[in-house]
Structure formats: structure tokens, C-alpha cells
Nanobody, 124 residues
Framework: QVQLTEYGGGSVQAGGSLSLSCVSSGKDLSRYAMGWFRQTPGKEREFVAGAAWHGGGGNYYGDSVKGRFTFSRDTPKNTIFLQMNDLKSDDAAVYFC????????????????WGQGTQVTVSS
């Protein structure tokens, strides 16, 4: 049984930083694309950042977070990270870790496995 567990959510003031991590267990996901989505009430989940399992093509980011968020992956530790800088009120959401076959599937939100989500709150 695959389990994705997110860590690091919380509250921060606008302009501040937070770091999220996600640890996978139960299955070898080293050949899966991994990434992050976020969701606010009443809206669809939005792709935030991710990468293919082999790293080819580099990291991908949603337009609204480019230049502020950084995705990274520690494959031997089954962990991915999301460093979020210069947070804005629009970044407030529940952030979900995700795993799927390809980065193309990831960006189209065709996801095999989801984490339970972690709340990020940004106060102005």
C-alpha cells in the first residue's frame, strides 16, 4: 500500500518562507514522477511543481510559483521537497504530494497516488 506523507505546512506572513517535504512508503516510487499540487475550497487542484523520475527536462513549475518555489528530490530517501519563498496570500492552500508515471501525466493531473495534504496559511 503506497503512502505519501507531507510535512511542513503551517502559517507564515506574506513574504516569508516555508519548506514542505513528502515521504513515500509502501512501494518503490523511484521511477515515478513526483510533484506537488495545491487546492483551495471550490477550486480544482493546481499543479505547483514536479519532475520526472529520471530528472530529464529538469523541474517543472506552475506559472504562479516560478521564481519563488523550488522543487527537489532525494530519491534514496524517498523524499521530495518544496521550498516556498516570498509567499503571497494567493499561495494559501492545502498542498498535496503526488506520484504518477510521467511528468506529462503529472502536469495533466493524472495522478496515481496522493498524499493527505498539508495546510499552508499566509497572512498579510
Amino acid at each position: 500500500q503506497v503512502q505519501l506523507t507531507e510535512y511542513g505546512g503551517g502559517s507564515v506572513q506574506a513574504g516569508g518562507s516555508l519548506s514542505l517535504s513528502c515521504v513515500s512508503s509502501g512501494k518503490d516510487l523511484s521511477r515515478y514522477a513526483m510533484g506537488w499540487f495545491r487546492q483551495t475550497p471550490g477550486k480544482e487542484r493546481e499543479f505547483v511543481a514536479g519532475a520526472a523520475w529520471h530528472g530529464g527536462g529538469g523541474n517543472y513549475y506552475g506559472d504562479s510559483v516560478k521564481g519563488r518555489f523550488t522543487f527537489s528530490r532525494d530519491t534514496p530517501k524517498n523524499t521530495i521537497f518544496l521550498q516556498m519563498n516570498d509567499l503571497k496570500s494567493d499561495d494559501a492552500a492545502v498542498y498535496f504530494c503526488a506520484a504518477t508515471g510521467t511528468i506529462a501525466d503529472m502536469r495533466q493531473a493524472r495522478i496515481d497516488y496522493w498524499g493527505q495534504g498539508t495546510q499552508v496559511t499566509v497572512s498579510s
